[in-house]
């Protein structure tokens, strides 16, 4: 009996260590997936196509907006992010348990679709740590830090409606408590209805 896959949905604000926990927590679950999302901006030197993102146009962004292919989309820094609903929805009834990395406009519109879903909010220790990060990035101005900052403070705003709340001060911890979540979250009767509908008819064709 193969039940429903389950959705870990992740936001953070920028400099709080989210890519980090993401490939952290996929090398230790191989079971679970990383939903890809479709974006309008140019791939940096170090992506991938199909991997980090699957690259399209703003015109063919617009195109799959107008046709309703999107369960979610964000305009973000000027450039256009989502995700496609039928790729993640063939996924889900695979059985396939996905991983997705979604800013919390994104998130929260999903949230009202999306049954399967379980939202995590990466925080960071506090906001002077936060800032610290953004500034050893070192490859964006003094004005783009302090814009992403911004953000992050708006973004904080969000955190009362998310399932779980994680906060990364220790990558090796926020990695653990991530897994646990997810390993709970498998185990809820919910999700389990098929599997223990399908024992229960077993045992009563041997009675």
């Known amino acids: ?57 703003r015109e063919e962004f617009q195109r799959r907006i107008d046709q309703g292919e999107f369960v979610e989309w964000v305009e973000n820094y000027g450039e256009l992010y989502g995700t496609s609903g039928g790729t993640l929805e063939d996924a889900l009834i695979r059985g396939k348990d996905l991983l997705l990395d979604i800013e919390p406009r994104g998130a929260k519109e999903m949230k009202k679709k999306l049954r399967e879903g379980v939202f995590v909010f990466v925080l960071p220790p506090s906001l002077d740590e936060l800032l610290k990060r953004l500034q050893k990035r070192g490859h964006e101005t003094p004005e783009a830090i302090q814009k992403r900052f911004a953000q992050a403070a708006s ?26 979540i997810y390993q709970a979250e498998k185990c809820k009767t919910s999700r389990l209805r098929g599997t223990m509908r399908h024992l229960y008819l077993s045992i009563k064709k041997e009675v």
């Open 155 to 180: 973004e904080l705003e969000e955190v009362l409606w998310y399932d779980y709340v994680v906060i990364n001060e220790d990558l090796d911890t926020a990695v653990g408590q991530l897994i646990a």
């Open 1 to 57: 009996m193969t039940e429903k896959g389950l959705c870990i949905v992740l936001s953070a604000p920028s400099g709080s260590g989210k890519s980090s926990i993401c490939r952290r927590l996929l090398a230790a679950c191989p079971d679970m997936e990383f939903s890809v999302s479709f974006t309008s901006r140019a791939p940096r030197p170090n992506e991938i196509d199909g991997k980090d993102y699957r690259f399209i146009t």
